[in-house]
């Protein structure tokens, strides 16, 4: 695994660089301390993981333009393995899920080194958003009695939604007045199309606005106060406010071995590893297709990078950490040339703990569970079904049956339905299992061609082998075939994804032969097609 590359090491884009790293510091900074909060760690763990993230993953080859950090999408699985290691004791729970994080990690470090980081591009997209838009609303669900200052008798999910119409009715008012300002900003600054509403981001703003309402309750100090002469009072006090220790040092934290290789930790350590390596994945991806110019990422050498960055982190006391999406599609907006802007969020945040740690403890946590209310209406965006439903009613089955599912149960029990319901729906289409999982797959190559014909079923399961056909695309080659003239079916999973990979390619032309020969089962481009017969 190389290290950064010579020419990025003498970049003369130190500027632009600098810019993006504190562009994304800005919203870095209260994200990772909601996100640790609602895992069930200490705030500061998700500032220590995101310097990590930042300072170590830059010098192991992550992705160039992308931010290492905590995700939203993994706060499910933290706050799980925090409960269910723990039993009650929310210590012992942290330290234990510390211990399934060093594991997760090397288990990353084996598929790394495997060259397996690829199996995200073969997941289906819809199981995928199906998957976050539970996490999305498991975290809301979480966050709006926090937001509102009121401590729910639910533990699951589905009966903490239920339980969010009671919160909000005896909600402690000047608690819900931050949570309500809160997502008031965070919801409409986006909708204003002036210059202005983007000149800081959002969080930021919701940090201007909720410390110095914070200093005005007087939230550091525990009292009683009642509203408009009411008879009712309600209390406030510091325990409404991030906990910071006195210094970084002293909130390190080392893994509790204990019960590591227990069946529930061992369920815990395969979600790590595995949702984080899809997640990763598929932000690499995507920041990949924004990149102005092209530069496609070396999958494994990032997922190194983050395995290495996440065995670091727990090692310490912080969260999981992958190639996070929102934090990375912020920095390409802010004209990051290469992955020193990474470095420089996290000598950002570094700083910010080491100079200014008792202004942190004064952002209410209401405004934090805010930020992770709306970063879960994202996740959970009822645009996710309309597009499932353009793409057809096996997409839409899909999104909504990993949706209940995990909702359900857990997020591998969700997953794993989805993947085998996936595979269900082909084969009752009448393509067999065996077509399905053992695809026929041949690769010529010219001097400006490479063709690839596909036979009997162009799905999922096809994608390493193109992926590998055509990564690192030599610049002489002007053209990329896929030829399903043979294939029975060509998935919605097959044609998102090669769209994808074209969009890497600096002048290669991308050519689907044989799909006008196929019945697509709604007008989106990217639905799954089928031979007539099984049409």
């Not at 369920?267 to 932000?283: D, F, H, N, P, R």
């Not at 029990?413 to 009752?428: D, E, M, N, R, S």
């Not at 289409?429 to 053992?438: A, D, N």
Request: glycine fraction near 8%; include cysteine.
């Amino acid at each position: 695994m190389a290290f950064i590359e010579a020419d990025e090491a003498r970049s003369n884009s130190w500027g632009a660089d600098l810019k993006a790293g504190f562009l994304v510091f800005l919203i870095a900074l209260p994200l990772s301390l909601g996100i640790a909060m609602a895992s069930g760690f200490p705030p500061v763990a998700g500032v220590l993981t995101a310097i990590l993230g930042g300072v170590l993953a830059t010098f192991l080859g992550s992705a160039r333009l992308t931010i290492k950090g905590p995700a939203a999408g993994l706060i499910v699985i933290a706050i799980g393995a925090v409960q269910d290691l723990g039993h009650g004791d929310l210590l012992l729970g942290y330290k234990r899920a510390l211990a399934v994080g060093v594991l997760a990690a090397g288990l990353q470090l084996v598929l790394a080194l495997a060259g397996a980081a690829t199996i995200g591009v073969a997941m289906s997209p819809s199981v995928v958003h199906g998957m976050l838009a539970a996490i999305g609303v498991i975290i809301i669900a979480k966050q709006v009695h926090i937001a509102v200052g009121v401590l729910p008798e639910a533990k699951e999910p589905l009966e903490l939604l239920a339980e969010v119409p009671h919160s909000v009715l005896h909600a402690n008012p000047e608690i819900l007045a931050i949570g309500a300002l809160s997502l008031l900003v965070l919801f409409g600054l986006p909708r204003i199309r002036q210059r202005w509403a983007t000149a800081i981001p959002g969080p930021m703003v919701v940090l201007l606005l909720a410390v110095p309402l914070g200093l005005w309750f007087d939230l550091d100090h525990k009292h009683a106060y009642r509203v408009f002469g009411s008879v009712q009072t309600w209390e406030v006090g510091p325990n409404f406010l991030v906990d910071l220790p006195g210094s970084l040092a002293s909130a390190i934290a080392f893994p509790d071995f204990s019960v590591a290789f227990s069946p529930t930790s061992l369920k815990y350590v395969l979600m790590y590893a595995l949702v984080g390596t899809i997640e990763s994945t598929l932000s690499v991806l995507a920041v990949d297709s924004m990149d102005p110019k092209r530069r496609a990422s070396d999958l494994n050498k990032d997922l190194f990078a983050v395995s290495i960055a996440n065995l670091a982190s727990a090692s310490v006391g912080g969260l999981p950490m992958i190639s996070e999406i929102v934090r990375s599609k912020a920095n390409v907006d802010a004209g990051a040339q290469t992955r020193w802007s990474n470095f420089f969020h996290g000598c950002c945040l570094l700083g910010s703990v080491a100079l200014i740690p008792g202004l942190l403890e004064e952002i209410p946590l209401a405004a934090l569970a805010a930020m992770l209310i709306y970063t879960g209406a994202r996740l959970a965006s009822f645009q996710e079904i309309r597009h499932a439903r353009e793409l057809g009613n096996d997409q839409l089955i899909l999104f909504l049956t990993t949706l209940v599912m995990t909702l359900a149960t857990d997020l591998l029990v969700g997953v794993a339905t989805g993947l085998v319901l996936k595979i269900a729906l082909h084969v009752g289409r009448g393509t067999p299992l065996s077509l399905i999982l053992r695809p026929d797959v041949v690769v010529e190559r010219t001097s400006e061609e490479i063709r690839i014909k596909i036979g009997g079923a162009a799905t999922f399961a096809c994608l390493l082998s193109v992926r590998r056909a055509v990564s690192n695309l030599p610049t002489e080659v002007q053209r990329v075939v896929i030829d399903v003239t043979d294939a029975r079916i060509v998935d919605h999973t097959f044609l998102s994804r090669l769209d994808g990979f074209a969009m890497e390619w600096e002048s290669a032309e991308l050519v689907v032969e044989g799909l006008d020969d196929l019945h697509a089962i709604s007008a989106h481009p990217w639905a799954t097609r089928l031979r007539r017969a099984e049409a």
